[in-house]
Nanobody, 122 residues
Framework: QVLLVESGGGLVQAGDSLRLSCAASVRIFSNYIMAWFRQAPGKEREFVSA?????DYKDSVEGRFTISRDNAKNTAYLEIDTVKPEDTAVYFC??????????????????WGQGTQVTVSS
């Protein structure tokens, strides 16, 4: 089990940029696929992005979202450029030691953070 703590959310204006962080308490961070999911009000949790040695993105966010990781700091990041009102959601960090093929499937992740709220005003 990996303890994950997200930070960096808040109230932002449309067009701003935002960086979310996910700090992991684990011995060998580089062994884990790290991902971001989000859940908007009244909607199901959805995959946003994942990273192992390379990144993967939900089609609708590719080009605006950038996922990265710093294995020396046990931290994953999600940068959002030009935020839009439809980005409003609780963003969750997740970790799995499983296969890359399952990266977009929330059920494959064994550890989750508590979530950080991102609210975008228009």
């Amino acid at each position: 089990q990996v303890l994950l703590v997200e930070s960096g959310g808040g109230l932002v204006q449309a067009g701003d940029s935002l960086r979310l962080s996910c700090a992991a308490s684990v011995r060998i961070f580089s062994n884990y696929i790290m991902a971001w999911f989000r859940q908007a009000p009244g909607k199901e949790r959805e995959f946003v992005s994942a990273i192992s040695w390379n990144g993967d993105y939900k089609d609708s966010v590719e080009g605006r979202f950038t996922i990265s990781r710093d294995n020396a700091k046990n931290t994953a990041y999600l940068e959002i450029d030009t935020v839009k009102p439809e980005d409003t959601a609780v963003y969750f960090c997740a970790a799995t030691g499983g296969a890359w093929a399952g990266r977009q499937d929330a059920t494959k992740y064994t550890s989750w953070g508590q979530g950080t709220q991102v609210t975008v005003s228009s």
